[in-house]
């Protein structure tokens, strides 16, 4: 093998071995000094017990005393005198000994002639497996022992010692006088020997490779060396989990064998473990358990689970299972549960056992812990493993263990539970509901099984309510890949079949509306019907329909901010419809970050999703996960956006919202790069129409505008328009797209074009009539139209900017920006470097690399040295970082905090965070010291 020679591997003693070597050579000494001795060499199957023996014969005939060996084997248990037979038959005196004659006499001329041979040279007996020795033999031995201390006679006899299901027999030395023993047993390996052991033979390993064969062998000589066999030189780069890619198979046999010397009952308990080991979860076995874990209950309710299936006593499977974690055969999860050390160990534990045998066993194991009261997730994973059952409890107890890994945010697991369940038989109805809730999260986690099952669902006959679902769920699913047109088809359908249940056509006819986004064409007849309805019979519509209608209006550029909140929160006030509730939140929340009103907006998002249920696709899970997109974005939030998965489906082709987002924060915080390659990774030509489309196509534009490519910009920039004009949204509150096209303009100079877009946009911003959109306004026009009324522009968007509300930080310092500049222009050089300066500190509070540069360039252009970065201190602390860590420094709580601020509290634990980061802090009970009060940014 690899960096030893040939058979380096046996040659190498580990030190638990060394220890009974040395004991061994000190009793041989003794021998031969004439004080014979019986030494005992106990061990569990596997520990080295005969290759100790071995050592001990090499060294005793080296040092000139004869060896006499036998090694019992229960094939000859039934035969007398058989291992004494072994050990005397070179020796002439003893050839004609006869195996019928009395028993006595035969032990007396044994003396007799023991005692000659001791007289001519030290003798060494060595007898291996003891306890398979025949029943005259081992007699014969026991008296032998009585009267070796005279004699220059060496006994050593090994005997397995192991904790198994059926109890063993009395030993060897059990009648005895211990002053005539020394007895001696084996450890097994520390995981330091055994790392040893592996070095011999693979010295060039990494370590995670020899950590694996240490947990695969498990403390036993015998099973590391067979495994090494196996794994050659450099044939695994990876120690395998299952015996199968093993060759030629040392390691299995010698399993199989420690197995077998275990008895049938430790066999079957061992197997059962093993079944049962197969469906939990990996969890790391290198890892102990808590330290605070004392109790014995995990074992206790094993060993009793085991002793039912396997017809055994619990208190003997109790100590197996004690035993076995004592040899590192077995060791704890971290939930205390004795498991295999290593994969591979319990699949060769398991290697001949029928696959129709172990999926037998995972049934009985389920239905045992089911009986015994064992937690759904346990119950589940045995189940997985097995045939269907049939019986109710099995569905019952998988669907309950998929909403319990849901919760923990195990989607996988809950995928696995459901796609289980369907193999059992179920009615309709309730086929039905798994098979929406599989399909949504299949399509959740890119399956392309999703779509298919809740096709079929919706196939199948079920409560009205759950069909209702099922329409919903694939209708989502659908606009998701593009196919508005089937999703919306698909809606309608189910409208026809429930007529007579008007809640669930509402329902299905807001989905709707809501899904119809994502087509231009659709969107037009749908919202032209919904708006006609809503006219004519608003009851019919319900609260959420009529909250559409306002957001309509909104992006149609017919309503103001203030009126259309007005109109929403009247909405909100009204009875709710559970089931359409979720789409009067996420629209309102819409409505009310475009109003800047972003705290509301948050509560709104945070009401909506804990309304959502993650097993059942709905449109206005995506929507409101991109009103919190929006709702960072606003902020300036580019960190959060680039760590939170806003774009939920990264499989499909088309870009997203979350897509959009993600590029400009990338592009924000100075990572052109990375944004280039996102960017490029979008085939735009075949991704289908719809507002996250334009969305996209406004963030490119920025990103080419940005890096010197004004004219690509504005070709992104007017389609962004053109789609969206075609759309009837006209409003800037949704993408900006004239002013952005005005400034491409402006750097392509052709300021009129820019004055003309910039104008539109500021009229219809003022309709809107919030900060964020007339000031972004105001500052482009200031640039395109220059001169005295372009800096009175620019005055007045950053004073209207100053006052505004939380959330216009990003719009205040490219505005502080265009304000230096046009002072600048106008030679009004000292207060061009104030305004500068002021948003180089806010940009870099912000973690906005790129309009930093771009204030320090402004700076330069003025003649003013570059400032130095605020990059930590309380200086570099925004608005609401230090309003929220001062609060904290006071003694309040989080929640408090967000009652006070009319924040999420997740918004707090974020702000709270980056404080500490700039801060230099890790603990609340710093804020005091380490705040500057009184110097506000």
Not at 238 to 252: C, M, N, Q, R, S
Not at 757 to 769: K, P, Q, S, T
Request: with cysteine; net charge neutral.
């Amino acid at each position: 093998m690899t960096g030893t020679a040939p058979d380096a591997g046996e040659s190498v003693m580990p030190c638990e071995h060394r220890d009974a070597a040395r004991l061994l050579a000190v009793e041989a000494a003794h021998a031969r000094a004439g004080s014979g001795r019986l030494v005992l060499l106990r061990g569990a199957t596997g520990t080295g017990r005969t290759t100790v023996l071995e050592a001990a014969a090499e060294d005793a005939a080296a040092h000139g005393m004869r060896v006499l060996r036998a090694r019992c084997s229960p094939r000859d248990q039934a035969v007398p005198y058989a291992a004494v037979q072994q050990l005397l038959g070179p020796v002439p005196e003893f050839a004609d000994l006869a195996a019928d004659g009395d028993e006595r006499a035969s032990a007396d001329r044994l003396g007799r002639v023991l005692r000659s041979y001791a007289d001519r040279a030290p003798l060494l007996i060595a007898v291996d497996d003891v306890h398979l020795a025949d029943a005259a033999s081992h007699r014969w031995l026991v008296e032998s022992a009585r009267h070796v201390d005279r004699l220059r006679i060496l006994l050593v006899v090994t005997e397995r010692s192991q904790y198994d299901i059926e109890p063993a027999e009395p030993g060897l030395t059990h009648t005895l006088s211990p002053a005539l023993v020394r007895t001696h047993t084996l450890a097994p390996l520390t995981a330091k020997s055994a790392a040893g052991l592996v070095r011999s033979v693979r010295a060039d390993a990494p370590g995670p490779w020899v950590d694996d064969c240490v947990r695969a062998g498990a403390g036993n000589p015998l099973l590391l060396r067979a495994l090494l066999d196996d794994l050659g030189a450099d044939r695994h780069p990876k120690v395998p989990e299952t015996a199968a890619a093993l060759y030629p198979g040392a390691y299995p046999a010698a399993v199989s064998w420690w197995l077998d010397s275990a008895g049938p009952a430790t066999g079957e308990v061992a197997r059962i473990l093993a079944a049962l080991d197969e469906g939990w979860a990996e969890d790391s076995l290198a890892a102990p358990p808590p330290a605070d874990r004392t109790g014995s209950a995990p074992v206790d309710e094993l060993a009793a689970l085991i002793a039912e299936l396997a017809g055994a006593d619990p208190a003997r499977v109790a100590g197996w299972l004690t035993a076995m974690t004592g040899l590192g055969v077995l060791r704890p999860d971290p939930d205390g549960r004795p498991r295999y050390a290593h994969p591979l160990l319990r699949d060769a534990v398991l290697t001949g056992v029928p696959a129709a045998r172990r999926r037998a066993a995972h049934a009985a194991a389920a239905e045992t812990m089911q009986r015994h009261g064992g937690s759904p997730d346990t119950v589940a994973r045995q189940l997985l493993l097995a045939d269907p059952v049939g019986a109710p409890w099995t569905s019952a107890v998988l669907q309950e263990a998929a909403s319990l890994a849901l919760r923990d945010g195990r989607a996988d697991d809950a995928v696995a539970f459901l796609r289980r369940v369907l193999e059992e038989p179920l009615p309709d109805g309730r086929r039905q509901r798994l098979l929406t809730e599989l399909g949504s999260l299949e399509y959740t986690r890119t399956s392309s099984a999703g779509i298919p099952r809740l096709s079929e669902a919706l196939r199948l006959s079920g409560a009205p309510q759950d069909t209702m679902r099922a329409a919903v769920a694939l209708g989502t699913a659908l606009a998701g890949r593009g196919r508005t047109v089937a999703a919306v088809d698909v809606l309608r359908t189910a409208e026809d079949e429930l007529t007579d249940r008007p809640l669930l056509v509402r329902t299905l006819q807001t989905a709707s509306v809501l899904l119809a986004e994502q087509d231009q064409s659709v969107r037009q007849d749908v919202y032209r019907w919904l708006r006609d309805a809503a006219e004519d019979s608003p009851e019919l519509v319900g609260t959420a329909g009529q909250a559409l209608v306002v957001r309509h209006a909104a992006t149609a550029g017919l309503i103001s901010a203030a009126e259309a909140m007005r109109r929403l929160r009247a909405l909100l006030t009204q009875p709710a419809d559970p089931l359409t509730e979720p789409f009067l939140l996420g629209t309102a929340a819409a409505v009310a970050q475009w109003a800047d009103e972003l705290p509301e907006a948050e509560r709104l998002v945070e009401r909506g999703l804990v309304g959502q249920r993650p097993d059942l696709l709905h449109p206005m899970h995506d929507a409101l996960t991109n009103v919190r997109a929006d709702i960072l974005s606003a902020r300036g939030e580019h960190g959060r956006l680039l760590t939170e998965a806003w774009a939920r489906d990264w499989a499909r082709a088309a870009p997203s919202n979350g897509h959009a987002h993600i590029l400009l924060a990338l592009l924000a915080t100075g990572q052109e790069a990375r944004a280039l390659r996102l960017a490029d990774g979008f085939d735009l030509r075949s991704a289908p129409d719809s507002w996250e489309l334009n969305r996209f196509l406004y963030a490119r534009g920025v990103l080419r505008a940005a890096g010197g490519d004004p004219a690509g910009g504005l070709h992104d920039f007017l389609e962004c328009g053109r789609r969206q004009s075609a759309r009837e949204v006209v409003s800037p509150v949704v993408t900006p797209w004239r002013s952005a096209a005005a400034e491409c303009r402006i750097a392509l100079g052709r300021p009129r074009e820019a004055i003309a877009l910039a104008e539109e946009e500021l009229r219809l911003a003022r309709v809107w009539n919030t900060p964020r959109t007339v000031g972004r306004s105001l500052r482009v026009l200031a640039a395109a139209t220059g001169g005295r009324r372009g800096l009175e522009l620019a005055q007045e968007a950053v004073g209207l900017l100053r006052e505004a509300p939380e959330g216009t930080e990003t719009e205040l310092v490219p505005a502080l920006i265009a304000q230096g500049r046009a002072l600048t222009a106008a030679g009004d050089r000292r207060r061009a470097r104030g305004c500068l300066r002021e948003a180089a500190e806010r940009a870099e509070r912000l973690g906005a690399i790129r309009l930093r540069a771009l204030a320090e360039g402004a700076l330069g252009e003025s003649g003013a040295r570059r400032t130095a970065p605020a990059r930590t201190g309380s200086g570099s602390l925004t608005n609401s970082e230090r309003r929220i860590a001062e609060l904290a420094a006071d003694g309040r709580t989080n929640t408090e905090i967000a009652d006070l601020l009319h924040l999420a509290r997740r918004t707090v634990e974020t702000h709270l965070t980056s404080s500490y980061r700039k801060l230099g802090i890790q603990r609340r009970g710093q804020l005091p010291r380490t705040l500057g009060r009184g110097q506000r940014p």
